[in-house]
T-cell receptor, first 115, second 112 residues
């Protein structure tokens, strides 16, 4: 069974500082990995996805993530935090074999930006 | 291009009642998935439909059911509501075959 683990349910960073949100995955097949963001009372918005092409994936709003097979990690980073980045972030995995669109989510990390 | 639309946005029901939630996917998307989000359990997969067929089902009791129509619109139904069914129910649509999923804003169900 596939799974993802997000280390740190709450992360606080100062405005302008580096954002690092951690995600480790477990999968018996080459995984597809995703990062989603959720603002209060909203659905999920896709930030970026890894589908076995380039290991460094660039997403929206200045976020990027690096797939490291040796570490089974897919950490999300942003060089400089902005107040608007305050939200909850979810890492997700799927084997996305044809016929399986199921996403398995981590428990989420709430990001707080300190002015 | 319109996004995924879920109706209603908010719903209050009484224990024992049943409820139907609706999801209209992005035009052209044939895959629709449903997720339940609660503070305690997080985001959990309910089921996925593709071209009117249920392809995958999560670990939920039979009180939770769904269907998909020929226009790809989907409904999920929960019968005999329990307090623990209070949650945000999210619908996601995709083209299928590994393409990214787009989520609606969700329906917040409160069972009293």
């Amino acid at each position: 069974a596939q799974s993802v683990t997000q280390l740190g349910s709450h992360v606080s960073v100062s405005e302008g500082a580096l954002v690092l949100l951690r995600c480790n995955y477990s999968s018996s097949v080459p995984p597809y990995l995703f990062w989603y963001v959720q603002y209060p009372n909203q659905g999920l918005q896709l930030l970026l996805k890894y589908t076995s092409a380039a290991t460094l994936v660039k997403g929206i709003n200045g976020f990027e993530a690096e797939f490291k097979k040796s570490e089974t990690s897919f950490h999300l980073t942003k060089p400089s935090a902005h107040m608007s980045d305050a939200a909850e972030y979810f890492c997700a995995v799927s084997d996305l074999n044809f016929g399986n669109e199921k996403l398995t989510f981590g428990t989420g990390t709430r990001l707080t930006i300190i002015p | 291009k319109a996004g995924v639309t879920q109706t209603p946005r908010y719903l209050i029901k009484t224990r024992g009642q049943q409820v139907t939630l609706s999801c209209s996917p992005i035009s052209g998307h044939r895959s629709v998935s449903w997720y339940q989000q609660t503070p305690g359990q997080g985001l959990q997969f309910l089921f996925e439909y593709f071209s009117e067929t249920q392809r995958n089902k999560g670990n939920f009791p039979g009180r939770f059911s769904g269907r998909q129509f020929s226009n790809s619109r989907s409904e999920m139904n929960v019968s005999t509501l329990e307090l623990g069914d209070s949650a945000l129910y999210l619908c996601a649509s995709s083209l299928g075959g590994g393409s990214e999923a787009f989520f609606g804003q969700g329906t917040r169900l409160t069972v009293v």
